[in-house]
């Protein structure tokens, strides 16, 4: 899969993609990912990427011109599934939209910014506006960097069998059951003794009954999908 993500701070993007699982993704070449500064599209002359709102006292507006470059750019190469905006007021991102992105050949991030994007470039380029949440970020980096973690982890190889995405917590509505390592006794805390059983099918009863239990606890939301 390929992702590139067009920003105005490539700098941000360059450390939460370039560790651990993600960075051994791209070198496996399971995962090509690439940022491109917006301002090497711009045609001013001081590279500006934004201009005034025509609305008054709305603040700085991203512009047209550098996005449809750098998207036009991109399209002369490969043909893109996806043109995703991050944004606040996009669509809530969740375990289901990373399962669905995860299957995809080729998107695009475009990370917005400012006092919001020229609404052209929604309506004619943009294919999926996604939010990670109910909160305004400065910027839809952070964002970029969640959805891509979120999906390139998904795809097959990047995770071992024992880390496998088919066990996370939301992917069927349950969180993850608690998890317990050595020592079995630590100052009186003492790990709960089925674990330590060996009997791999009450091991996995107990799992699924305290995936259950947490969820039901911690967010009757999704225990309603659950059981619903
Ligand atoms: N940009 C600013 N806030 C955001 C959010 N919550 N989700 C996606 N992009 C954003």
């Not at 001013?44 to 996005?67: C, E, L, N, T």
């Not at 996009?90 to 299957?103: P, Y």
Request: hydrophobic share 35%.
């Amino acid at each position: 899969m390929r992702i590139d993500i067009i920003t105005v701070l490539p700098e941000i993007l360059e450390s939460p993609l370039n560790h651990s699982i993600v960075k051994r993704a791209r070198e496996k070449g399971l995962a090509e990912i690439h940022v491109h500064s917006l301002r090497d599209f711009s045609s001013d002359k001081h590279r500006r990427v934004d201009d005034y709102s025509f609305s008054k006292g709305a603040g700085m507006v991203m512009a047209i011109q550098p996005i449809e470059k750098a998207i036009e750019t991109l399209k002369k190469e490969r043909d893109y599934d996806e043109i995703i905006f991050t944004t606040p007021d996009g669509k809530l991102f969740d375990q289901k939209e990373a399962n669905t992105l995860s299957l995809k050949k080729n998107i695009i991030i475009l990370c917005g910014h400012y006092k919001g994007v020229d609404q052209r470039v929604r309506d004619h380029f943009i294919t999926k506006e996604i939010s990670i949440g109910d909160y305004v970020l400065t910027g839809g980096e952070l964002a970029a960097a969640v959805i891509t973690d979120s999906v390139v982890r998904l795809l097959p190889g990047v995770l071992s069998d024992e880390t496998s995405a088919l066990t996370d917590s939301f992917q069927d509505y349950l969180l993850s059951p608690p998890v317990y390592t050595r020592p079995a006794e630590y100052k009186g805390m003492k790990v709960p003794e089925i674990l330590l059983s060996g009997n791999d099918k009450l091991i996995d009863d107990w799992k699924h009954q305290q995936s259950i239990e947490r969820t039901k606890k911690l967010r009757p939301d999704l225990y309603k999908k659950y059981s619903g």
